[in-house]
C-alpha cells in the first residue's frame, strides 16, 4: 500500500509560479514512476508530467517549458515547479503511482492523492 499526500496548491496570479509537492508513504518509493495529472470542472482527468524511477521526465504539450518535475527519493518526494501559470491552468493537482514507464493515462496510475487546489487568476 501506498499513501500520496499533495501540498503547495493555492491561489496565484497569472504569470506566477507555485511548487506542488507529493510525499510518499509506504512501499518502496525509489523505484516507482511518479506522475502529476490535473482535473478540471467539468473536464476529465489530464496527465501534466511524469518521471521514472531512473529520473527521465515527461510532459504533456502544453505545459512544457512551464513545469518541471522532480524527485527526492531520499525524501520520497515528487515535485511540479510550475512557472508562467495561465488561467487554463487552473485545476485540482493529483499525484499517483505509475505501473509502467513513460505512462501517460489514468490506468497505468495506481495509487493517488487526494489532490490540491491550484487556481490561476487573469
Known amino acids: 500500500q501506498v499513501q500520496l499526500v499533495e501540498s503547495g496548491g493555492g491561489l496565484v496570479q497569472a504569470g506566477g509560479s507555485l511548487r506542488l509537492s507529493c510525499v510518499a508513504s509506504?512501499?518502496?518509493?525509489?523505484?516507482?514512476?511518479m506522475g502529476w495529472f490535473r482535473q478540471a470542472p467539468g473536464k476529465e482527468r489530464e496527465f501534466v508530467a511524469g518521471?521514472?524511477?531512473?529520473?527521465?521526465?515527461y510532459y504533456e504539450d502544453s505545459v512544457k517549458g512551464r513545469f518541471t518535475i522532480s524527485r527526492d527519493s531520499a525524501k520520497n518526494t515528487v515535485y511540479l515547479q510550475m512557472n508562467s501559470l495561465k488561467p487554463e491552468d487552473t485545476a485540482v493537482y493529483y499525484c499517483?503511482?505509475?505501473?509502467?514507464?513513460?505512462?501517460?493515462?489514468?490506468?497505468?496510475?495506481?495509487?493517488w492523492g487526494q489532490g490540491t487546489q491550484v487556481t490561476v487568476s487573469s
Open positions: 509506504g512501499r518502496t518509493f525509489s523505484s516507482r514512476g
Open positions: 518521471i521514472n524511477w531512473n529520473y527521465g521526465t
Open positions: 499517483a503511482t505509475s505501473r509502467a514507464p513513460w505512462a501517460r493515462t489514468t490506468n497505468e496510475y495506481n495509487y
